[in-house]
């Protein structure tokens, strides 16, 4: 079973690579833009040619949310029209493809989980690359798509690295407290990606789109509070709003998922966030 992995140097690519030694069946190629350029259809073509893959996973994507308003074409360039060269390869050579989509696909105006049918209405640059993406991943029948939010790691740059770094520099800071969500340890999705395709082999691979975040739904000032209580950081922390916190794109308000989908479908585990935050920071 020979498993691409695209975007292999990011958070969640870093965490598959750790997993993959648990997974003595599969075969991994890991790639990142130096090995492989996914924006070059040519180059997709030609690694192809000689590499067998039965699986993508496409870890790949432009996620600097507020330059993105800067530099579109970058954003869609690897967001959308690098998916559709991967699609469209995969497609020739009958590769199952997962990509991984996002919270920012919705406009964030929920009052309840959002379903994995519910409209989507991006209201970045950031969130319409990603939007396209998924549309030109979806014209594939073996495409599978997760999308998941507020995504942290004990690799790359991430939420909770900037609280820890910050919390020990300040003595005071100002934390949204209006935007609501589900943090996301990217290790746990990467497991949950590679039962998935486990299960696939033993089972049946059914395509489309799913949700993954860790269980609860959480503020980023709580999720701060809490990062700094079980780290014993002493920082004294503000609540403001979004309001108070412009940014260059719009962050949705609220963007908890409802992962019934995938639970059902993959019998995916899926740990409470708090669980998860406490075996990121033991392992960092």
């Not at 997993?19 to 996914?38: A, V």
Request: glycine content about 4%; charged content about 25%; proline content about 3%.
């Amino acid at each position: 079973m020979n498993i691409l992995v695209t975007g292999s140097n990011g958070q969640l690519g870093s965490d598959i690579k750790d997993l993959s030694k648990d997974y003595k069946s599969f075969n991994f190629i890991f790639t990142d833009y130096q090995e492989l350029d996914i924006t070059s259809k040519l180059d997709v073509e030609a690694f192809f040619a000689v590499n067998e893959v039965d699986y993508i996973i496409n870890c790949a994507a432009y996620t600097a949310v507020d330059l993105a308003e800067k530099e579109e074409v970058k954003a869609f360039k690897l967001n959308a029209y690098a998916v559709k060269f991967l699609v469209e390869v995969a497609q020739e050579y009958q590769s199952k493809f997962i990509s991984i989509s996002t919270d920012y696909v919705f406009d964030g105006t929920a009052t309840e989980p959002y379903r994995t049918d519910a409209q989507t209405k991006p209201q970045s640059t950031y969130g319409r690359s990603k939007e396209l993406g998924e549309k030109f991943a979806l014209e594939y029948g073996k495409s599978l798509i997760i999308r998941t939010s507020w995504l942290y790691s004990t690799h790359g740059n991430n939420f909770v690295k900037t609280m820890l770094r910050l919390g020990k520099e300040r003595d005071e800071l100002g934390i949204v407290s209006d935007q609501i969500g589900s943090p996301t340890y990217a290790k746990d999705l990467a497991k949950a990606i590679l039962d998935i395709i486990e299960n696939s082999e033993k089972n049946k691979f059914i395509p489309g789109i799913y949700h993954y975040a860790n269980k609860g739904e959480i503020s980023w000032f709580d999720f701060t509070k809490k990062i700094f209580e079980i780290k014993q950081i002493d920082c004294n922390l503000n609540a403001i709003t979004t309001a108070d916190y412009p940014t260059p794109a719009k962050r949705p308000a609220y963007s908890v998922f409802d992962t019934s989908k995938i639970v059902e479908t993959y019998n995916v585990k899926i740990p409470n966030w708090e669980d998860s935050l406490k075996e990121c920071l033991n392992n960092l």
